[in-house]
């Protein structure tokens, strides 16, 4: 069974840092990126950040710069360090398998950015 949960989020204040962890089970971690997605209230989920399985990164244009993605094959395990945080990083953080074959979610981690 997949199994994607997702922890460390909080409520900081601006400027402030958050490092995200989600921890995957029931598939072959290594073959597969991984991604970052999020989604505030009343708005679509949008991607973050991918890892590829080769260790290749991407972000969407508004967290370059502040937020790094990374992975630990050995723990199954995919990070997100968010640095210099802003209200507008407010929402529920998923991680995700960039594969069709695994539409898994996990709940999500909450992070709060006050301003």
């Known amino acids: 069974e997949v199994q994607l949960v997702e922890s460390g989020g909080a409520l900081v204040q601006a400027g402030g840092t958050l490092r995200l962890s989600c921890a995957a089970s029931?598939?072959?971690?290594?073959?597969?990126?991984l991604a970052w997605y999020r989604q505030a209230p009343g708005n679509e989920r949008e991607l973050v950040a991918t890892?590829?399985?080769?260790?290749?990164?991407d972000y969407v244009e508004s967290v370059k710069g502040r937020f790094t993605i990374s992975r630990d094959n050995a723990r199954s395990t995919v990070y997100m360090q968010m640095n210099s945080l802003e209200p507008a990083d407010t929402a529920r953080y998923y991680c995700?398998?960039?594969?069709?074959?695994?539409?898994?979610w996990g709940r999500g981690t909450q992070v709060t950015v006050s301003s």
């Open positions: 995700h398998v960039e594969d069709y074959r695994l539409p898994y």
């Open positions: 029931g598939f072959s971690f290594d073959d597969y990126t």
């Open positions: 890892i590829s399985s080769s260790g290749g990164t």
